[in-house]
């Protein structure tokens, strides 16, 4: 599996701890972020450059992370056609996948720690996206986004329901 990989500083230890435990299992792993801890990089930067990859088709899935993995989260996630999931615990992990067919893994360095940050990886990489219910909703998220971008503005399918006050 091609995997992308990268952090900005605050995530520089730990996706070293990653990259190496990706290294073992064998994957394609091509390193989007800092090559030093000393160096500094902000996190769009990072986040932007593993995502639209991804969005290309270079890469199956990408790993961010960041001091909490919230703004790479919200970065990856603004990439036309990226599902970022911010996970740090194995059922989360595996049902991105399963449910949400996230091509994305995001983590913060400061809220897990390598080992645990291992299981998380590893069950989001043996996950496999359920067809069924999962593939209609999925799909309705990637239609909307398109129409979306077309219409300037999210369009519902359906009229949602609004409540007044007299």
């Not at 996190?43 to 995502?51: K, M, N, Q, R």
């Not at 990856?76 to 399963?98: F, M, N, Q």
């Amino acid at each position: 599996m091609k995997i992308a990989i990268g952090a900005d500083e605050a995530g520089f230890t730990l996706k070293e701890s990653i990259k190496d435990f990706l290294l073992e299992r064998q994957s394609d792993v091509t390193d989007f972020g800092l090559m030093d801890g000393s160096q500094m990089i902000d996190y769009p930067d990072v986040g932007f450059a593993v995502a639209e990859e991804i969005a290309k088709g270079k890469f199956e899935r990408g790993i961010l992370i960041c001091g909490t993995g919230i703004g790479m989260t919200i970065t990856a996630d603004k990439v036309p056609g990226i599902r970022a999931a911010l996970c740090h615990d194995t059922y989360s992990a595996e049902r991105a996948v399963r449910s949400n067919n996230a091509q994305v893994l995001t983590m913060g360095a400061r809220v897990i720690g390598p080992e645990l940050a291992k299981h998380v990886v590893r069950a989001w990489l043996d996950a496999t996206f359920d067809q069924g219910n999962s593939a209609r909703k999925v799909q309705k998220i990637m239609d909307g986004e398109r129409r979306h971008q077309a219409a300037g503005g999210y369009q519902p399918e359906i009229n949602s329901c609004s409540t007044t006050q007299d």
